[in-house]
Each structure stands twice: as structure tokens, then as C-alpha cells.
């Protein structure tokens, strides 16, 4: 078993360990309240590495549920020098639940999440309308979301509900920063769309 899942199997676990988290970023930015730009699933830490180093005015966080993806992630921060970013192994739920209130996220980016293809399993899909409502209550006012998926039927799904939410609207805003992560290698053929808060 993953060491992670583990040593923090209960909710109070995982909670004490993404409130020390903050905790602990809140020390370095000697404030209690900034706007964070947050990347949910964030792979190696590709992309979220590259834009962190070209914004660094910009408080960065990447979050991923696979250890070994974090564990590269934080190498490449590392390496890069990359003092305005964070990695931290949560889901997009724990993050939300337990992330203080007084911190607003600005961005979000959310590319090629787990398309859960089978019908049995779209309960397990990231964006639902709870979620968007979720992350919609820790925004700031017109932060911004970029969605790709190089899943046809769950990019419409997604499209779709955003659509549909009374916390978002879509629009035509362009992705602040291209670079090519591993996955978006891997997986060429992609749509994008961008949207947000109400």
C-alpha cells in the first residue's frame, strides 16, 4: 500500500496534515491572507514548474494524489529554484475542505484529470456541480479556471456543466502560459476551455 494512504486513512489525519501545510506557507509569506494560483493534478510538476519560474511574483501550488509524481515535482522545483512554489500530495476535496478561508485561489488549472470513462464511474469524475460550487466559495472574485482534456466526452461533460452553474460562466480567456507538460505530450490531441467566477 502507498505509504501515504497509509499513514493518513482518516479525514482528521488528512486534515491536520493540509492545515500544517498551510500553516507552514502562511510562516514563509508572513501573512495570514494572499491569492494562491493552483494547479489540481499536477503530474510532474511540468507545467506549474515552468509558469511559478516565469511569474514569480505569483504564489504557486501544485496538488497530485500520486506520491511519486510529487516526489518528481518537488526535484524539479528544486532544481529550478523555485521559491514561490508548493507541492503538496491531496485531493482537490481535502485541499478545499481544510485550505484556511481566508485564502482565495485566483487561478485554477485543471489539465487532462482522469476521464473515468465508464458510465459506473462518472460519480468519480472531478467536475460536478458540487465541486464547481466548492472551489466557486474559495475563489476570488473573477478567478479564473482553465480546463483541457483530450477526452472528448468528458470535456463536453465539463463544458456542459459550467454551462449550466450559477458560480461560473465560460469565456474566451486565453491560458496565461503555454508549456508542453508530460501529459499534454503524451496526449497531443486536446481541447481547451476557459471560464469564470459569477
Same mark, same amino acid.
Given at each position: 500500500?502507498?505509504?501515504?494512504?497509509?499513514?493518513?486513512?482518516?479525514?482528521?489525519?488528512?486534515?491536520?496534515?493540509?492545515?500544517?501545510?498551510?500553516?507552514?506557507?502562511?510562516?514563509?509569506?508572513?501573512?495570514?491572507?494572499?491569492?494562491?494560483?493552483?494547479?489540481?493534478?499536477?503530474?510532474?510538476?511540468?507545467?506549474?514548474?515552468?509558469?511559478?519560474?516565469?511569474?514569480?511574483?505569483?504564489?504557486?501550488?501544485?496538488?497530485?494524489?500520486?506520491?511519486?509524481?510529487?516526489?518528481?515535482?518537488?526535484? =524539479?522545483?528544486?532544481?529550478?529554484? &523555485?521559491?514561490? @512554489?508548493? +507541492?503538496?500530495?491531496? $485531493?482537490?476535496?481535502?485541499? /478545499?475542505?481544510?485550505?484556511?478561508?481566508?485564502?482565495?485561489?485566483?487561478?485554477?488549472?485543471?489539465?487532462?484529470?482522469?476521464?473515468?470513462?465508464?458510465?459506473?464511474?462518472?460519480?468519480?469524475?472531478?467536475?460536478?456541480?458540487?465541486?464547481?460550487?466548492?472551489?466557486?466559495?474559495?475563489?476570488?472574485?473573477?478567478?479564473?479556471?482553465?480546463?483541457?482534456?483530450?477526452?472528448?466526452?468528458?470535456?463536453?461533460?465539463?463544458?456542459?456543466?459550467?454551462?449550466?452553474? =450559477?458560480?461560473?460562466?465560460?469565456? &474566451?480567456?486565453? @491560458?496565461? +502560459?503555454?508549456?508542453? $507538460?508530460?501529459?499534454?505530450? /503524451?496526449?497531443?490531441?486536446?481541447?481547451?476551455?476557459?471560464?469564470?467566477?459569477?
Amino acid at each position: 500500500m502507498d505509504y501515504f494512504l497509509k499513514k493518513y486513512t482518516s479525514p482528521k489525519d488528512r486534515e491536520g496534515r493540509v492545515k500544517d501545510f498551510f500553516d507552514e506557507l502562511q510562516k514563509k509569506y508572513t501573512k495570514r491572507d494572499f491569492e494562491i494560483e493552483l494547479e489540481i493534478g499536477c503530474g510532474h510538476g511540468h507545467w506549474i514548474n515552468a509558469y511559478s519560474e516565469s511569474f514569480p511574483e505569483k504564489i504557486c501550488i501544485g496538488i497530485d494524489l500520486i506520491t511519486k509524481r510529487i516526489f518528481k515535482s518537488n526535484l =524539479k522545483k528544486e532544481k529550478c529554484k &523555485n521559491n514561490n @512554489l508548493s +507541492f503538496l500530495k491531496t $485531493s482537490a476535496t481535502d485541499f /478545499l475542505d481544510y485550505k484556511p478561508k481566508c485564502l482565495k485561489i485566483s487561478k485554477t488549472f485543471i489539465f487532462f484529470p482522469d476521464p473515468w470513462p465508464k458510465k459506473k464511474h462518472h460519480k468519480r469524475r472531478l467536475i460536478q456541480f458540487s465541486f464547481l460550487e466548492t472551489l466557486w466559495s474559495h475563489s476570488t472574485n473573477n478567478s479564473q479556471l482553465f480546463f483541457r482534456s483530450d477526452h472528448d466526452e468528458y470535456f463536453k461533460w465539463s463544458k456542459n456543466l459550467f454551462e449550466m452553474s =450559477k458560480h461560473w460562466e465560460l469565456e &474566451n480567456i486565453d @491560458l496565461p +502560459f503555454e508549456h508542453e $507538460s508530460y501529459f499534454q505530450k /503524451l496526449l497531443p490531441d486536446f481541447k481547451s476551455f476557459s471560464a469564470k467566477t459569477l
